[in-house]
Structures are given as structure tokens and as C-alpha cells.
């Protein structure tokens, strides 16, 4: 993805998701209707961070470049310059992959 012209607010995270899975483990080749939608992908854009009581921002625990791993039906679907990504609270974030 080119370099992305977006900033989310608060502590949302603009993920841009990785390719859905062309083949099964047994090496079934997939129709593009019978593919899940990947709930993986690469973190492209941060917020500032959850304001919270003290006035202070919450610092968030993913940064670009990060692989996260989300809810199936978290956030929302939006396109880009041509590309899709992902807007979500980090809250909607299950885990980062560890590399």
C-alpha cells in the first residue's frame, strides 16, 4: 500500500488486511466466494490515543508496521486511494502476531 493519507482519532487503528487464503491445508484451491475474510493484517495508521480522565492520552500498544490479529466482525470496511482497509478501536484488536 502507498504511503496512506489518513489519521484515525482516539485509539482507532487503520489496518490494512492480508490476503485471504487461496488454497485449504489439504490443498483445495478456494473459489473467491468461499473464501473467509482474513482477520489479519498489517497496522498502517494510529491514533493518538483513548483520552481519559486526567486529560492525559492513553498510549496504544500496537504501532505501524505491527500484524494484528481482529474480531471477524470488528470495525469498519472502508476504501482508500483504491484500497481497502480496516478502521478499529484497539479494543477490537485480539492479539499481535509475534514474529
Known amino acids: 500500500m502507498s504511503k496512506i493519507k489518513i489519521r484515525p482519532l482516539d485509539d482507532r487503528v487503520v ?24 482477520q489479519r493484517g498489517i497496522v498502517v495508521a494510529v491514533g493518538p490515543g483513548k483520552l481519559l480522565d486526567n486529560g492525559q492520552r492513553g498510549e496504544l500498544s500496537v504501532a505501524v508496521g505491527d500484524e494484528v490479529i481482529y474480531g471477524k466482525y470488528g470495525g469498519s470496511d472502508i476504501e482508500i486511494g483504491g484500497d481497502e482497509v480496516k478502521i478499529l478501536r484497539e479494543s477490537d484488536i485480539l492479539a499481535k502476531v509475534i514474529k
Open 15 to 38: 489496518v490494512e488486511p492480508l490476503a485471504a487464503e487461496e488454497t485449504t491445508a489439504g490443498g483445495i484451491v478456494l473459489p473467491d466466494t468461499a473464501k473467509e475474510k482474513p
